[in-house]
């Protein structure tokens, strides 16, 4: 094809300004942001403009290419778009990493053969292997069998649960997952706290803040920390020692502690968390139980259509979730006819139901009674589940999902930070930290507690303790601590070798190790390393510190450091701690060459306030887990999440100098 046939849809794509061609692109645009993927659309049509541009102006300057145009610009703009991505929530964050390859790859700010440097990168690996390691544990059952015994450390009084749950949580969260370690405590906890009458709201802040002070404490501990330890000997530093953030770690466990416990009991109220989850998710509102009269339209129908939507009147939103004949549960009304006399429990907006009853010659038949008593039954009970990072019903209906198929249990209600979802729950996609109430046999969901795509609030694991395996499991933790601590393996090594090991020894399947990596951490990391290569490569990095020391080089390291410091926690409050480690460690860098001093103590910056978010919900994957469990909001956070980051701002820059001088 010759240039000037190419020529002219170029142009028109990206140089034409007629006046009918401005309503167009009005109207197109409102296409565009029509749903969720519009900024997709909108980010990628404004490359292609871009591009197209940048083309046609090199074919009119014969061989000019587009790299001529300002590099620093274009990654400028690829940044400031992944961020506003990742701030509104509106993609997943795995899917924004995999745009920011393709917008360096499109742009050639990145060549071909670096482009996938961060999926082999050892911070991408060293995370991939610990998840096995974490896995490793949890599946042999050594963690739930500690959590199992905390009752008798906390005895029978209330003073001892908080501290006993922090210092635990902490603990395992400095040498395994933090969030794994959560999960696992997390139905403990709310035993133990409903048992000696205090409410969950004083207990899981607490929880979800200690894994971020054990996290803090160790080399292995964060992925932020995996990561920017990468980072530091890719720009020749030395490699972080094991335990060497535990100089400066240990220090903010133990204020954070006593922090939590002065906040749990001043700062922290009651929440209006109801024993009846019935009454909770106010179920009343939405669920009903109705009678099946002669001649109804529903007699001869199997459950397979039981979302009823061939019987026309706007059904197509009630659904039927059981069968109740004769006094007894049907479990499997997808597979049972409706008789007459049959009792439906029914989910739907309650007025749209009862102006079918005529259509469908059904009658109300349990008002008032519907509680959790009434739900359960011999081997039926119910449960909460939240949706934790990496399941696989992030951004999927119950429609799309076939839920009763697939996990053989009734969704009977959703809460979304602290709200109660009514409308068209079947069409609504799932997000992290969404919480659901479940209605199924015993079984089959102590079979959804032990798959990752739920993480539930009761304990019904059916895994037990494997004492043989658990010791094996231990053993290969302690031997990749001491092989990375000793310097007799790298990290990577130390930690690739370990997941090969729990594997070989059968602590967990070759296939229970594929679903332990968290995959969305692990494209996360891949992308955006990438990114801050680019960064640094194209002078960005370089003209951001030529900004911050022409503002406050004159106060020194040390103020730059704070201000690196402050930047970092404001990022990662409303973004992955990982991707703000990822795009302000260069930063650090550049600060320590314009200085002249060591980067340590710019890199323990980063790492410690891209680590220890508590002022949002969002920042941190522990904070959106105990969301809705706790019936917090979003100021709860704040009023006792802003002072401790302040606390811990002061104890970072004040020690940080100290312990890694400039």
């Known amino acids: 094809m010759s240039d000037i046939s190419f020529q002219r849809p170029v142009r028109r794509i990206g140089t034409t300004f007629h006046p009918l061609g401005r309503y167009l692109r009005i109207i197109f645009l409102n296409f565009l942001l029509s749903d969720s993927s519009g900024l997709v659309r909108l980010w990628f049509l404004g490359f292609v403009n871009i591009s197209a541009k940048g083309y046609n102006h090199s074919i009119k300057n014969n061989k000019r290419s587009l790299m001529e145009l300002s590099g620093s610009v274009i990654v400028l703009g690829i940044l400031t778009a992944s961020v506003v991505l990742f701030v509104t929530d509106r993609l997943r964050v795995d899917l924004v990493a995999m745009l920011v390859l393709l917008s360096l790859l499109v742009f050639g700010i990145v060549p071909e053969n670096e482009i996938l440097s961060g999926f082999s990168s050892p911070a991408t690996m060293t995370v991939a292997a610990m998840f096995i390691i974490s896995a490793g ?57 409903v048992e000696r009458g205090i409410n969950p709201s004083r207990i899981l802040m607490p929880l979800s803040f200690a894994a971020q002070f054990g996290g803090v404490c160790t080399l292995i501990g964060t992925t932020t920390n995996l990561l920017v330890n990468t980072l530091a000997v890719e720009h020749g530093a030395e490699p972080f020692k094991m335990f060497e953030f535990a100089q400066l770690g240990v220090v903010c466990f133990v204020v954070g502690v006593f922090y939590m416990l002065f906040a749990s009991k001043y700062l922290l109220k009651d929440s209006a968390k109801m024993s009846d989850v019935a009454a909770e998710y106010r179920l009343k509102d939405y669920v009903t139980e109705m009678r099946v009269l002669p001649g109804s339209p529903l007699i001869g129908q199997k459950g397979v259509e039981n979302d009823l939507t061939n019987l026309g009147n706007d059904t197509s939103t009630i659904r039927i979730l059981e069968i109740v004949r004769e006094g007894k549960m049907l479990w499997a009304p997808q597979t049972s006819e409706i008789k007459e006399g049959d009792l439906l429990l029914i989910r739907g907006d309650v007025g749209k139901v009862m102006e079918s009853e005529s259509l469908l010659k059904i009658e109300d038949w349990a008002e008032g009674n519907l509680n959790d008593v009434y739900l359960r039954g011999d081997d039926i009970t119910l449960v909460e589940v939240v949706v934790p990072s990496g399941s696989g019903i992030i951004g999927r209906t119950l429609t799309q999902l076939d839920f009763y198929w697939r996990y053989h249990a009734a969704v009977l209600g959703v809460r979304r930070r602290g709200e109660v979802l009514r409308d068209r729950i079947a069409h609504i996609g799932f997000r992290e930290g969404d919480t659901l109430l479940l209605q199924g046999h015993k079984q089959d969901l102590s079979q959804i507690a032990n798959a990752k795509d739920f993480m539930l609030l009761q304990d019904l694991s059916t895994l037990r303790l494997k004492k043989r395996r658990s010791v094996i499991a231990f053993m290969i933790l302690i031997w990749v601590l001491l092989a990375a601590s000793t310097g007799f393996l790298s990290i990577l090594a130390a930690s690739l070798i370990g997941a090969v090991g729990m594997i070989v020894t059968r602590c967990l399947t070759a296939a229970e190790a594929y679903d332990a990596i968290d995959f969305k951490v692990v494209v996360l990391l891949a992308g955006l390393i990438p990114l801050g290569m680019a960064m640094e490569n194209t002078g960005l990095v370089q003209n951001i510190v030529d900004m911050m020391i022409l503002h406050v080089g004159q106060y020194g390291p040390f103020v730059s450091m704070a201000v690196l410091y402050l930047m970092t926690v404001v990022l990662t409050s409303v973004m992955s701690n990982a991707a703000t480690a990822v795009l302000l460690a260069p930063i650090g860098f550049a600060l320590a060459d314009g200085f002249s001093v060591d980067a340590k103590p710019f890199l323990m910056a980063v790492t410690f306030a891209a680590s220890t978010c508590f002022s949002t919900p969002v920042g941190y994957q522990t904070n959106v887990m105990i969301y809705g469990p706790g019936a917090y909001k979003y100021l709860d956070f704040l009023k006792v999440g802003l002072p401790l980051n302040i606390i811990f701002f002061v104890i970072s820059v004040t020690l940080i100098p100290l312990l890694w001088p400039f």
Do not use: D, E, Y
């Open 137 to 193: 544990l949890q599946r042999t059952g050594i963690v739930r069998f500690i959590a199992g015994r905390l009752h008798v450390l906390v005895g029978k009084g209330k003073k001892r649960l908080a501290p006993i749950m922090m210092l635990t949580c902490g603990f395992f969260s400095a040498f395994t997952n933090n969030t794994a370690t959560v999960a696992v405590l997390m139905p403990v906890t709310l035993k133990l706290s």
